[in-house]
């Protein structure tokens, strides 16, 4: 069911395919209620039992589970539909999880700026200092309702209906429940936020595993998540996002060498190597990432660069990429340009030279043909003449 307006999802009437309930249940994607707009995965909807109609939470690595819904009297256990997709449909999905993917970090990085500008903003801010600035910008006509009691203004009501009513606003009463009601909306807003944020967290991390789990896309991954996983290996959790992928990318590409080649040696070369990076493996655009997201994809890579703006990692980067291909020359040196125009100048004068030999060669054509004309026209007069002389002979 929809969180929001708690209709029913998944019905003819929203225009989606079998699958998309699988995709949904597995949490790689989210969908767009066709009542009220609300976009909601499988850890911000609303589940039922089938039996007993109760709702229970859903974990999405129970999808390929059978369970109960928990409730007292229900005991009956239900699993999960998995509708089977073609080749064509599974790489055309593909490609829209990774772009989806790549449009939701981009989303997050900006939400992080900005909610870090704002708690530098809002440093040490108490609720009472939180009320006084509320109290300025209800005087100011920035807020429609008394930030004490909850006062709503009218439609014609401006800054001095605003300051008159501040005036008379003394009603303890009044001002108690409606700060209350104001917690009591804070604390759901946050539980709301929460849940938004589990639905990130497991989409970008079941995404990641759907796409192959390998560590080229390990970038696709939260800053959170990362460290999750730095701590399940037992690693250091400390640094920014490329370095803990650096970390991981070593330690998993070290567990892999040795558990293939059995011994030491293997597992430090492997851990250091780096691996060509791919259009699969890559952002479908890279100068559209910041330069923490750059330095991220070079570290998934296995990519050294220790540069300090965007350019840079990037051209880092395509090194790697295209390192067994000639790279294409888009600039002129001095020595270049000489040697340019002496080709260019020689290659004229054979197309010139060329261009005469067959002039004179259409010349000579044209100069045989009237001979042969002549001779063809020779040959005719003769044979007419002849006829003229030979005797007619008739039968009796």
Wanted: charged share 35%.
């Amino acid at each position: 069911l929809c969180p929001r307006c708690r209709a029913p999802w998944g019905e003819a009437i929203d225009g989606l395919e079998q699958a998309a309930y699988s995709h949904m249940m597995m949490g790689i994607k989210t969908y767009c209620c066709s009542t009220c707009l609300c976009d909601f995965g499988c850890m911000t909807a609303l589940h039922k039992c089938p039996f007993c109609r109760k709702e229970f939470d859903y974990a999405v690595n129970d999808f390929h589970n059978k369970i109960s819904c928990g409730n007292k009297g229900c005991t009956k256990t239900f699993g999960f539909m998995l509708y089977n997709v073609s080749e064509r449909r599974m790489k055309e999905l593909r490609e829209e999880l990774k772009e989806l993917q790549e449009k939701r970090l981009k989303r997050q990085d900006a939400i992080d700026r900005r909610n870090a500008r704002s708690q530098a903003g809002s440093a040490g801010q108490t609720d009472e200092s939180q009320l006084k600035e509320e109290i300025k910008a209800f005087k100011m006509g920035l807020l429609n309702a008394c930030p004490k009691c909850g006062w709503e203004m009218g439609k014609r009501d401006g800054k001095d209906e605003a300051v008159a009513h501040l005036k008379e606003c003394k009603n303890q009463k009044k001002i108690d429940a409606y700060q209350r009601r104001k917690k009591v909306e804070k604390i759901s807003e946050e539980k709301k936020s929460q849940r938004k944020h589990l639905q990130d967290e497991t989409v970008n991390l079941k995404t990641w595993e759907f796409l192959g789990g390998e560590n080229e896309s390990i970038w696709m991954l939260s800053m959170e998540q990362l460290q999750k996983m730095c701590g399940d290996y037992k690693l250091d959790t400390k640094g920014e996002k490329n370095d803990l992928i650096g970390r991981l990318v070593r330690h998993r590409n070290a567990l892999d060498s040795s558990r293939m080649l059995g011994d030491a040696a293997g597992a430090d070369s492997a851990g250091k190597k780096s691996s060509v990076p791919t259009h699969h493996t890559l952002p479908k655009n890279l100068e559209a990432l910041p330069l923490d997201q750059l330095k991220a994809v070079a570290a998934a890579h296995g990519i050294e660069c220790n540069g300090t703006t965007r350019q840079s990692v990037i051209d880092a980067i395509e090194k790697e990429r295209f390192r067994d291909e000639p790279q294409l020359r888009l600039t002129m040196t001095a020595e270049h340009e000489e040697e340019t125009r002496i080709q260019t100048k020689t290659t004229g004068k054979r197309k010139a030279k060329k261009a005469l030999d067959e002039d004179d060669d259409d010349e000579d054509f044209k100069i045989d043909e009237e001979v042969m004309k002549k001779e063809n026209k020779a040959a005719k007069i003769t044979i007419s003449d002849s006829d003229d002389d030979e005797p007619l002979i008739t039968k009796a």
